[in-house]
């Protein structure tokens, strides 16, 4: 019997990073944290800020500060490997240079405080028929689950504190070093530890005297530029979602962190039942987007008219009694698609905060996954009834022309947050 060669090509020892600049900033988690341990759904209690889970966070806002910077995706990968790292990537010449390494930014987490574990019905009131879900509406996937996939209550944690420190190589260069600093800010503003941060879970507060140089200002037009003052100029790359191009309203009155989120649930549990501007919230009615009959009266193969993919997939239709249609719609390709939508309290320099919707330049989605069945994927027609109303010249701002869904979420958030536009 011959000896079977390995293929694995060995690992390619790299130097230890060497520190120049770094970065050290205390923070508090200002609404319930979910998640973020090794389990869906779950938090890690021996570990409750896990460093690569920030560092990844990082890498991500970095694509979203930086990204539009590059002209191709190549570019832009050989850019992010050299600052974050990857896997080493055989050679197709033997005299091609090595690729890929350790990452050239360390990342430290020291918790300073653990915070309370609470259940969620601890934290979050349960929805009544005039009020609605309020925040229940962002923390639905960690209520008890029952049918074919049962699930218990969902732990969460509130309080918690913990410093971060950066350390960066004396390889990166001062434009570098400020892109990877931007990151730092926008993952502040806009993201935050944990699962469902998009939708204000795990929301950040810097806590120290340096509030100024990692959050925005209080005053509006010091924060455009702060805010401004994040993104790299050029044409956004396809599939890849940026805060360049991107638009953002803010309230005007600011408020504690815990109610802001409860009010933000309101808005995007009207938003997605399409019960906006001069259309009364009822949360007990059904949903005023034509997107239910589009699906219930959909044939195999033909292109479909639909407004909330846009907002996130995959989607879940329930079997309610009324004998529409229920079932999964899903992203064309993947099954999956993170939602370019930032619902959630925005931290300020002076201590206050104020309610924010953002909404990402990105990649608007052109097929999806009915029942297994691939179809176009065509906007929501001006007719629907959402749409319409949104359009109406004495709702809102005629500035802010509906054109889309993400059009649309802007001018509803104009009309229930606030009035405070940032495009960048």
């Not at 190549?74 to 050299?82: P, S, V």
């Not at 002076?350 to 309610?355: D, E, K, Q, R």
């Not at 052109?366 to 029942?371: A, F, M």
Request: with cysteine.
């Amino acid at each position: 019997m011959g000896v079977r060669q390995s293929t694995i090509t060995a690992p390619v020892w790299s130097e230890p990073a060497r520190d120049t600049h770094s970065l050290s900033l205390k923070l508090k988690v200002v609404t319930p944290l979910f998640g973020g341990g090794y389990q869906a759904r779950e938090i890690d209690d021996l570990n409750v800020i896990r460093p690569a889970a920030i560092r990844g966070q990082l890498r991500y806002w970095w694509r979203a500060t930086a990204g539009a910077k590059f002209k191709t995706a190549e570019e832009m990968y050989e850019a992010e490997w050299r600052i974050w790292g990857s896997a080493t990537e055989t050679k197709k010449k033997e005299d091609d240079p090595p690729k890929g390494g350790p990452s050239k930014v360390g990342v430290r987490v020291k918790l300073t405080d653990q915070g309370s574990k609470r259940k969620l019905s601890e934290v979050v009131p349960r929805s009544t028929p005039r009020e609605g879900p309020r925040e229940g509406y962002f923390t639905f996937p960690f209520q008890e689950q029952r049918g074919d996939n049962p699930a218990p209550e969902a732990y969460c944690r509130i309080g918690v504190q913990f410093e971060l420190s950066l350390c960066m190589d004396a390889e990166l260069d001062e434009q570098t070093q400020q892109q990877i600093e931007n990151a730092v800010k926008a993952w502040i503003a806009f993201g935050g530890v944990g699962a469902r941060t998009r939708r204000g879970c795990g929301a950040l507060q810097v806590t120290e005297d340096n509030s100024k140089t990692w959050l925005p200002p209080p005053d509006a037009s010091a924060r455009e530029k702060w805010f401004k003052s994040l993104v790299s100029p050029g044409d956004t790359l396809e599939n890849l979602p940026t805060l360049t191009g991107g638009r953002i309203v803010l309230g005007g009155s600011p408020q504690d962190a815990k109610q802001l989120w409860s009010s933000l649930g309101t808005f995007w549990a009207r938003f997605r039942k399409g019960q906006v501007g001069r259309i009364e919230y009822s949360p007990m009615s059904g949903s005023k987007w034509n997107d239910y009959d589009n699906l219930d009266a959909h044939r195999r193969g033909s292109a479909i008219s639909l407004a909330k993919p846009y907002l996130g997939l995959p989607i879940i239709f329930q079997d309610f009694k009324d004998g529409k249609f229920h079932g999964n719609v899903e992203a064309g390709e993947s099954g999956r698609m993170a939602s370019p939508i930032i619902v959630k309290p925005l931290a300020l320099s002076n201590g206050h905060f104020l309610p924010m919707v953002a909404v990402l330049k990105a990649h608007k989605i052109d097929k999806v996954k009915i029942k297994d069945d691939l179809v176009d994927l065509l906007p929501p027609a001006k007719e629907d009834p959402v749409m319409k109303e949104l359009f109406a010249q004495d709702v809102y701002d005629k500035e802010l022309l509906a054109q889309d869904v993400y059009d649309a979420v802007i001018v509803a958030a104009k009309g229930h947050v606030g009035t405070e536009v940032v495009s960048l």
